[in-house]
T-cell receptor, first 112, second 114 residues
Framework: SQTIHQWPATLVQPVGSPLSLECTVE??????LYWYRQAAGRGLQLLFYSVGIGQISSEVPQNLSASRPQDRQFILSSKKLLLSDSGFYLCAWSAGTPSEQYFGPGTRLTVT | AQKITQTQPGMFVQEKEAVTLDCTYDTSDQSYGLFWYKQPSSGEMIFLIY??????QNATEGRYSLNFQKARKSANLVISASQLGDSAMYFC???????????FGKGTKLSVKP
């Protein structure tokens, strides 16, 4: 069966510090991968998605970036965090464009 | 323009009763998909049910059913026989085939009373 992992589960970082969140998927090959952010009490906002290694599409201009160094690994990064980057970050995968997405447990990021 | 609208910020239901969570959507695509997700307090997003725009029958998954009214562009989630564990945020989402990504509504917080 397929599983999706995210770490860390929680993170507190000062403004201006770098960020690296990791997401890995097991039990499937060539998944579509997604990064979402959920601000407190809000819906999900798609940040990045990837249909293959090295292929990244950005949905929202910001100081975040994403990379996919391996087929089942998706990384969300920032060189300098802003207060507005605080939120709940969710990674998801799908087997293809028309299919449902399955989410990881999420990372709660607080920028102080 | 908002593509997914969930007009109920919060809902209460008595345990063992049925509840309907509303969702309307806006798209010019003929082919699209509609999804419902549950988010408990732990934060994980749990896939519940899917309805394709060309599906003639309403989707059902256990106690969950999707009341799909294409002409009205609505995709309401019906939960039958509510349980205390159903208390959570519920999100409606749409995928337009051309764009290929999920667009989420703002969610409805469901509270089940014992």
């Amino acid at each position: 069966s397929q599983t999706i992992h995210q770490w860390p589960a929680t993170l507190v970082q000062p403004v201006g510090s770098p960020l690296s969140l990791e997401c890995t998927v097991e039990g499937t090959s060539n998944p579509n991968l997604y990064w979402y952010r959920q601000a407190a009490g809000r819906g999900l906002q798609l940040l990045f998605y990837s249909v293959g290694i090295g292929q990244i599409s950005s949905e929202v201009p910001q100081n975040l970036s994403a990379s996919r160094p391996q087929d089942r690994q998706f990384i969300l990064s920032s060189k300098k965090l802003l207060l507005s980057d605080s939120g709940f970050y969710l990674c998801a995968w799908s087997a293809g464009t028309p299919s449902e997405q399955y989410f990881g447990p999420g990372t709660r990021l607080t920028v102080t | 323009a908002q593509k997914i609208t969930q007009t109920q910020p919060g809902m209460f239901v008595q345990e063992k009763e049925a509840v309907t969570l509303d969702c309307t959507y806006d798209t010019s695509d003929q082919s699209y998909g509609l999804f419902w997700y549950k988010q408990p307090s732990s934060g994980e997003m749990i896939f519940l049910i899917y309805q394709g725009s060309y599906d003639e029958q309403n989707a059902t998954e256990g106690r969950y059913s999707l009341n799909f009214q294409k002409a009205r562009k609505s995709a309401n989630l019906v939960i039958s026989a509510s349980q205390l564990g159903d208390s959570a945020m519920y999100f409606c989402a749409m995928r337009e085939v051309i764009q290929g990504n999920l667009i989420f509504g703002k969610g409805t917080k469901l509270s089940v009373k014992p």
